[in-house]
């Protein structure tokens, strides 16, 4: 028996292969096999021989079957790891190409500056670009003989013969949408109106389109120490660096009552501009407090409501914030010049995660 | 507006320095562009004295001079030919920057003979164009820094010229007087009374002037005198100078005194060579036809309504904008008219633009003018003529009043901290107000007559704040409208286009912002170019129309991209378009175009063609971004600039079009200069339905125990039969138990036979109260067959 056992757990661990195994399976315990026949002869035997051939005979059965088990296991584990072995790819190539697309400057930066003045309770109202020239000028106090619309350059569209209208304006700046949205809701408010203007001017620096975000807040006692605050949080929030000091001038908009420039901290070395820091100014947007006739003409009572107006450029601030040299680039469409200054589809700026991060 | 130190001096008596002027200036709303100061760049140089003067020894026109200097006697060799002993010169020591020849100057040798410096002509320091000799001064001590010389000796050579910007509210700033009153009022000198006595007039003019009652208005007062035997010629020097400085031509004497004026005090005058002049002069409003050749050398015809001056022959000056060449001054005049008269802003303003004439009596008359000078703008300007020319002057002829411009408000002293937020005690602001020129009566101030601006309330408050300066200003929070958290603030549609324009650029596209105006034939082959969306004025034949689609603009880039070697592209813009020319003519798009191919070759075979099916994937998975529903139309009714056989408009019915994708008709791509294919989608966001109501729970989800099962059906039907029929028709059978159609195969031609396709679709069932018997499918499947046939004429393949 032990014979047996020896010939039959040798051949189980000299198999080479499954077939090889299945051979020996059916010799060794298969229904003709070695073991199955001497345990038929089992019944020829008497009691106490069967007592101690039975027994051993079966243990003998379940060693083999568990050394061919455990063997198919193993030649199974061998052929995996040759097929793997044999499996192997070059990881160095490149995965499949996949388009990425980009979100442009002016879009990421409205987000980022709706974003900040949400905060502070702006909503965010529209106009139409192509608008009349009593939005545009009169209900700025900008009357026609004024100066201030042919220092403007503005686009103005066709009229044809007999209709004795004005002509309508491509808007010069956004605060058409001061009027309309005070006419519609009155006060008190706070809005900003960011979107596109257009001035008849196209040069190194200025391009026929670009975008404004206008600001208004009408209540009964906001102040031009308001205004100040606002922008010094907006400036601080939106280039990202705190304390950065602003700078108002005096200055003239027939809309505004008094009027100011407002320059923030900026330093220049060699050729490269610094927001935030060292003595010099850059002039970034101009401000007041509403003229009491624009009020009268958006149907407020200026003797019961008073408030800031501002506008300033999106592109321009877009170009400070992140390094872009040249306004007309941005109208372009040039795919390098999208996928470099673009920002990520999934990089929609929250105040919680930082604008630009 | 450009004015030197020196001039403003003649009004402003101050101590403080040009840098100092400047800020101050900016501070106070007059804005300073540029500072032009000629003695930062001279302030190296010292004088030195030639103690001896030899021939060098190997140059004929060189000459070896010995030099007395502040460091010592020094050699230094020369060339200029009146390099001599004794004669006092301005020396660039060792180390000096020179700027006419913009080199710094080095001990060096010149033909073997050591120099230690250099001594400097005129045009070598920038001083002028004189480089005939070195400078010899006729004073001056050895050591003395020429910028001192200068300062005491010869000022104007040094004087530092300042430019401003001036706002449109404040014509007194355009002359330099209105400028020191500024600067008076902020504390930085006091003004200098500048007047003058009448020139009492020692006969009657010959010329007299009527003002015609049309014209009242346009010209409401006129003042003119004679003056003869005058000797027109040169300006004095210092007048050449001052005007000279500030990028002014000098004419002649009389022309120079009218330009000086109207610098010195914002008053523009006029002079007539009398000889010149036929008959009386008359004011009056233009029939319209008449022509005038002015002194820009130019014909101008006149509309009507214009405010002209003439004589007995005819048109002669157009009021407050510019004289007739006929009647003008020359070297020769000896009897000269002048003129200082007010015209009315408005009407000026009007005029000059259609005649497009920018002059510097436009630009003032404009904004406004002093009225009430008028007389003294007369009485300055005879002074002057006869100090420098000679001659007698007239009586003064006077036609019309001076407008009436009276008029006061009241200082709310509060207000200023109510809408400014600056605390200023009111002592100060009643001492700003008169320092400004406003007569304080009581609470009430009344407005100087050159403050045409000062128009309320406000604008004393605007008066003070400014001199006070806003520099001060300190921020103040502003208090949320609401406590606690913000709340949204986006609209619905807000919210919508930044998911469109985030999801396209997820897609893969690259965002363009293009102009709202495109040129008039890209419009028209998208449908615009009509007059209503065309600019009266547009700043280039590419530029003349309002887009009336995204597409041209996309398409225009692409055509851009492909000249600079870029193919493969996706771009996308969100943006308003233009269907006519009224405000509110506008709507909100989204679209997006793919050209050439997915990406560039790869290892893989990923790449291939961009095809109507990409552009059909990304527009309805922008639509489902942007709340669109799930089932829509898809109509062939698209604009003829689509490929007529390869465009889908997707829509909630003919009449709701949510947008359309498909491929570019060919004659567009070409008109275009795009190489194509391209593909693309439009999309208009304003279209998708909104949400009735924004529910933030969802609907409980009905989740079966039981398995669904999917049958295949192939069936055979015409070419032209849409899937999405056949797809509806299958779903139709059994709405309760069909829970999707999936088409997954199309094939054509082969067996078939011409014009036939086959169509297969995966079928799911999804029972929902008990496990599906064959019998059940069976049924299902049926029915399937027989509502496609209906619907397309289909059969089952066989």
Same mark, same amino acid.
């Given at each position: 028996m032990d014979d047996l056992r020896d010939k039959y757990i040798q051949a189980i661990a000299g198999a080479e292969d499954e077939a090889a195994l299945e051979a020996l399976r059916l010799e060794a315990v298969g229904k003709k096999g070695e073991i199955s026949l001497k345990m038929r002869?089992?019944?020829?035997?008497?009691?106490?021989?069967?007592?101690?051939?039975?027994?051993?005979?079966?243990?003998?059965?379940?060693?083999?079957?568990?050394?061919?088990?455990?063997?198919? &296991?193993? /030649?199974?584990?061998?052929?995996?790891?040759?097929?793997?072995?044999?499996?192997?790819?070059?990881?160095?190539?490149?995965?499949?190409?996949?388009? $990425?697309?980009?979100?442009?400057?002016?879009?990421?930066?409205?987000?980022?500056?709706? &974003?900040?003045?949400?905060?502070?309770?702006?909503?965010?109202?529209?106009?139409?670009?192509?608008?009349?020239?009593?939005?545009?000028?009169?209900?700025?106090?900008?009357?026609?003989?004024?100066?201030?619309?042919?220092?403007?350059?503005?686009?103005y569209m066709h009229r044809d013969e007999g209709d004795n209208r004005p002509p309508h304006v491509l808007r010069t700046h956004t605060s058409p949408v001061q009027i309309r949205h005070m006419e519609k809701y009155g006060a008190p408010c706070r809005i900003i109106a960011p979107g596109r203007?257009?001035?008849?001017?196209?040069?190194?620096?200025?391009?026929?389109?670009?975008?404004?975000?206008?600001? /208004?807040?009408?209540?009964?006692?906001?102040?031009? &120490?308001?205004?100040?605050?606002?922008?010094?949080?907006?400036?601080?929030?939106?280039? %990202?660096?705190?304390?950065?000091?602003?700078?108002f001038r005096a200055s003239h908009f027939p809309f505004t009552e008094p009027s100011a420039e407002v320059d923030i901290q900026c330093s220049w070395e060699d050729g490269q501009l610094k927001i935030g820091e060292g003595d010099g100014w850059l002039e970034v947007l101009g401000s007041g407090m509403v003229h009491p006739k624009v009020l009268q003409a958006a149907g407020v009572d200026p003797s019961e409501w008073q408030g800031f107006a501002f506008g300033m450029g999106i592109d321009r601030i877009a170009m400070l914030k992140y390094g872009i040299p040249d306004l007309r680039a941005f109208f372009d469409s040039d795919l390098r010049w999208l996928k470099h200054y673009g920002f990520s589809s999934l990089g929609v700026p929250t105040l919680h995660g930082g604008l630009s991060a | 507006m450009k004015f030197t130190l020196s001039w403003l001096k003649h009004?402003?008596? $101050?101590?403080?320095?040009?840098? %100092?002027?400047?800020?101050?200036? $900016?501070?106070?709303?007059?804005?300073?562009?540029?500072?032009?100061?000629?003695?930062?760049?001279?302030?190296?140089?010292?004088?030195?004295?030639?103690?001896?003067?030899?021939?060098?020894?190997?140059?004929?026109?060189?000459?070896?001079?010995?030099?007395?200097?502040?460091?010592?006697?020094?050699?230094?060799?020369?060339?200029?030919?009146? &390099?001599?002993?004794?004669?006092?010169?301005? /020396?660039?020591?060792?180390?000096?920057y020179v700027p006419g020849i913009d080199t710094t100057i080095q001990v060096g040798k010149i033909r073997g003979v050591e120099s230690f410096g250099m001594m400097c002509s005129e045009r070598e320091m920038e001083l002028s164009d004189e480089h005939s000799g070195i400078i010899e001064l006729p004073s001056g001590e050895v050591g003395q820094r020429f910028v001192d010389w200068l300062t005491a000796n010869d000022p104007a050579k040094i004087d530092p010229v300042i430019e401003i910007a001036i706002t449109p509210n404040r014509p007194d700033a355009l002359g330099v007087r209105g400028v020191a009153r500024d600067l008076a009022a902020r504390g930085l000198g006091t003004l200098i009374a500048r007047d003058t006595d009448p020139v009492p007039g020692t006969f009657e003019s010959p010329i007299k002037v009527t003002i015609n009652d049309e014209a009242r208005e346009a010209c409401p007062v006129f003042y003119g005198r004679l003056i003869r035997g005058v000797k027109n010629g040169p300006s004095p020097d210092w007048l050449q100078q001052s005007l000279k400085a500030i990028g002014l031509r000098p004419i002649s004497f009389l022309v120079d005194v009218t330009n000086f004026f109207t610098y010195d005090r914002n008053r523009p005058l006029h002079v007539f060579d009398a000889a010149k002049v036929k008959g009386d002069l008359r004011v009056h409003l233009s029939k319209g036809g008449e022509e005038l050749l002015a002194l820009d050398e130019k014909t101008y015809r006149l509309a009507p309504g214009m405010t002209v001056i003439s004589d007995d022959t005819g048109v002669e000056s157009l009021g407050?904008?510019?004289?007739?060449?006929?009647?003008?001054?020359?070297? %020769?005049?000896?009897?000269?008219?002048?003129?200082?008269?007010?015209?009315?802003?408005?009407?000026?303003?009007?005029?000059?633009?259609?005649?497009?004439?920018?002059?510097?009596?436009?630009?003032?008359?404009?904004?406004?003018?002093?009225?009430?000078?008028?007389?003294h703008g007369i009485e300055h300007a005879t002074r002057m003529i006869l100090d420098h020319a000679g001659g007698e002057a007239s009586e003064v002829v006077v036609a019309g009043e001076i407008p009436d411009h009276a008029r006061a408000y009241r200082l709310d002293t509060e207000r200023c901290s109510r809408l400014v937020g600056m605390d200023i005690p009111a002592e100060t602001q009643r001492a700003t107000l008169e320092a400004l020129g406003f007569v304080m009566d009581g609470d009430m101030a009344h407005v100087p007559?050159?403050?045409?601006?000062?128009?309320? %309330?406000?604008?004393?408050?605007?008066?003070?704040?400014?001199?006070?300066?806003?520099?001060?200003?300190?921020?103040?929070?502003?208090?949320?409208?609401?406590?606690?958290?913000?709340?949204?603030?986006?609209?619905? /549609?807000?919210?919508?286009?930044?998911?469109?324009?985030?999801?396209?650029?997820?897609?893969?596209?690259n965002e363009c912002v293009t102009y709202s105006f495109i040129d008039r034939t890209a419009a028209e082959l998208f449908g615009g170019g009509q007059d209503a969306s065309m600019l009266a004025n547009p700043i280039s034949s590419e530029m003349s129309h309002m887009r009336p689609a995204l597409l041209p603009g996309l398409l225009q880039a692409a055509a851009r991209n492909q000249a600079r070697g870029m193919s493969d592209l996706a771009l996308f813009e969100m943006g308003h378009v233009f269907e006519g020319g009224e405000p509110g003519e506008q709507n909100l798009c989204l679209a997006g175009i793919l050209v050439g191919r997915t990406g560039p070759k790869d290892v893989h075979g990923a790449s291939r063609a961009v095809d109507l099916y990409d552009a059909k994937t990304d527009a309805e998975a922008l639509l489902s971004a942007m709340g669109a529903p799930a089932k829509m139309q898809i109509l062939r009714s698209g604009d003829a600039w689509w490929h007529p056989g390869r465009h889908g408009v997707l829509c909630l019915g003919p009449k709701k079009v949510l947008g359309i994708f498909g491929e570019i008709h060919p004659r567009i791509l070409q008109a275009l200069d795009v190489k194509g294919p391209v593909v693309g989608f439009t999309i208009w966001p304003e279209a998708i339905p909104m949400p009735k109501k924004a529910v933030s729970t969802r609907p409980a989800l009905a989740q079966s125990d039981l398995q669904p099962v999917e049958r295949d059906f192939a069936f055979v039907v015409d070419r032209d039969v849409a899937a999405l029929d056949l797809v509806n028709a299958a779903a139709g059978a059994d709405k309760a138990l069909i829970e999707e159609v999936r088409v997954f195969d199309e094939f054509v031609g082969g067996s078939l036979g011409e014009g036939k396709k086959s169509l297969a679709i995966t079928v799911r069932m999804q029972p929902k109260e008990a496990t599906l018997k064959e019998k059940d499918i069976e049924a299902v499947g049926v029915k399937i067959v027989e509502k496609v046939g209906k619907a397309t004429g289909g059969t089952l393949r066989g």
């Open positions: 002869e089992l019944g020829k035997m008497s009691a106490e021989e069967r007592q101690v051939a039975g027994p051993k005979l079966n243990a003998l059965k379940d060693e083999i079957n568990a050394a061919l088990a455990a063997k198919k &296991a193993a /030649l199974g584990d061998a052929a995996l790891d040759a097929r793997l072995r044999e499996e192997w790819l070059d990881v160095t190539l490149p995965g499949r190409p996949m388009r $990425t697309g980009s979100i442009h400057p002016i879009s990421q930066v409205t987000e980022e500056l709706t &974003a900040i003045f949400a905060d502070m309770g702006f909503s965010v109202a529209e106009g139409p670009q192509i608008d009349t020239d009593w939005y545009n000028f009169d209900a700025l106090n900008i009357p026609g003989h004024h100066p201030a619309r042919a220092e403007m350059d503005t686009f203007v257009y001035r008849a001017d196209y040069d190194q620096t200025h391009t026929p389109m670009f975008h404004q975000v206008e600001g /208004l807040a009408i209540d009964r006692d906001i102040s031009m &120490a308001n205004l100040k605050w606002v922008l010094e949080e907006f400036f601080a929030a939106f280039f %990202e660096v705190d304390g950065i000091k602003t700078r | 009004h402003l008596d $101050t101590t403080a320095s040009v840098s %100092e002027i400047a800020e101050t200036l $900016t501070d106070l709303g007059l804005e300073v562009e540029a500072v032009e100061d000629p003695a930062e760049r001279l302030g190296d140089f010292t004088l030195g004295r030639v103690i001896a003067a030899e021939k060098h020894p190997d140059a004929d026109k060189l000459k070896v001079c010995r030099v007395e200097t502040d460091e010592g006697e020094r050699q230094i060799i020369c060339g200029a030919p009146n &390099a001599r002993e004794g004669i006092t010169v301005v /020396l660039a020591k060792p180390g000096t407050g904008i510019m004289g007739g060449e006929a009647s003008g001054v020359t070297e %020769e005049t000896t009897d000269v008219f002048l003129e200082a008269a007010f015209f009315d802003p408005i009407r000026t303003a009007y005029t000059g633009r259609s005649l497009k004439i920018n002059s510097d009596a436009r630009y003032r008359f404009e904004r406004g003018i002093d009225p009430e000078w008028t007389p007559s050159w403050r045409p601006d000062v128009m309320g %309330e406000a604008d004393l408050v605007e008066e003070v704040a400014r001199i006070a300066s806003l520099t001060k200003l300190e921020g103040k929070p502003l208090p949320r409208m609401h406590s606690g958290v913000p709340r949204p603030i986006l609209s619905a /549609l807000q919210k919508r286009e930044q998911a469109g324009r985030r999801t396209a650029a997820s897609l893969g596209y």
